[in-house]
């Protein structure tokens, strides 16, 4: 039997490739998460990660693991809400941006619902910066939501995943490079379009906004008619669109946190139940799939 608070530890270092992000987000001690990886390597009796002084990255059982890891501890929830979760009640404000919908996340908000079917459940779906507003406002308990890598927040937070930004396009899209670059965008403030626009300006190269959308399905669909590319995170973006190589001139993005902020005045118990279940569950690590 695999301790569920190791299979925790694992799991934070696995989504964060990092032993001192994954402190953080736990709120313990580095020596405590190594010593929690240890004792499940040991009980594995097979090495999780590869790790030097400059790097971590999972072995191919520690790819394994992370997938049973997530079952075992999905399953833990489903049976404590079964036993417990009837004494969960109340209302519970969750904020989501629109991209982050499109993963298996609403699965996941069923089957919280079924567990704990006396909490009630308001969702909304915003942009991200309207997010981060009504969650340090108190009018959200808990948003899961984009930040660039590092950036510290008033509220707080869990980091479920360290993603990279990447410049994404329809396969048959080819870029002049004599020509400003095409970008389809967001409504400002948006964090993926500044980020796009504030890279190419610091490499010297032009570039012209074709499209200005409100939600993701916007984005998605310019991109697909081939108005230009876009900004999003790697394990965000649909399988028919690509990720564009470096041989295509443009520069390297930075680095984005997928976090779950939770406001200091939530109902603490419901809250810590709902970002355990999407926890558990790596909502984020691979996207609903586009025909």
């Not at 989504?15 to 240890?38: C, D, E, I, K």
């Not at 997530?70 to 489903?78: G, H, N, P, V």
């Not at 389809?184 to 403030?189: D, I, L, T």
């Not at 520069?251 to 939530?266: E, Y």
Request: proline residues 6%; aromatic residues 4%; charged residues 20%.
């Amino acid at each position: 039997m695999y301790e569920p608070e190791l299979l925790r530890t694992f799991l934070a270092v696995a989504q964060s490739l990092s032993f001192t992000r994954a402190a953080q987000s736990l709120g313990l001690r580095q020596p405590t998460v190594s010593q929690h990886v240890r004792r499940l390597e040991d009980a594995v009796g097979r090495p999780l990660f590869l790790r030097d002084t400059r790097r971590v990255a999972l072995t191919s059982d520690g790819e394994a693991m992370a997938g049973f890891a997530r079952d075992i501890l999905a399953a833990q929830e489903r049976a404590v809400g079964y036993f417990t979760g009837s004494h969960l009640a109340g209302r519970l404000r969750f904020g989501v941006t629109d991209d982050l919908a499109l993963t298996p996340l609403p699965r996941i908000l069923r089957d919280f619902r079924q567990l704990y079917p006396r909490i009630d459940l308001e969702l909304a779906v915003l942009q991200n910066d309207s997010l981060l507003r009504r969650i340090e406002s108190g009018h959200l308990d808990v948003a899961f939501v984009k930040r660039s890598a590092g950036t510290p927040t008033l509220a707080k937070g869990q980091l479920v995943r360290r993603d990279q930004l990447v410049w994404v396009a329809v396969d048959s899209l080819r870029l002049d490079p004599e020509q400003p670059v095409p970008l389809v965008v967001y409504q400002a403030p948006s964090l993926s379009r500044a980020v796009s626009v504030q890279a190419l300006e610091k490499q010297g190269r032009r570039s012209r906004i074709t499209c200005t959308v409100r939600g993701v399905n916007g984005v998605l669909a310019a991109v697909r008619a081939g108005l230009g590319i876009t900004v999003m995170a790697r394990t965000l973006m649909p399988s028919d669109l690509v990720e564009l190589p470096t041989s295509s001139g443009l520069p390297k993005l930075p680095h984005l946190d997928l976090v779950l902020l939770t406001n200091r005045q939530a109902p603490a118990e419901a809250a810590a139940a709902l970002t355990s279940a999407i926890l558990a569950s790596g909502a984020p690590l691979k996207p609903v799939s586009h025909g």
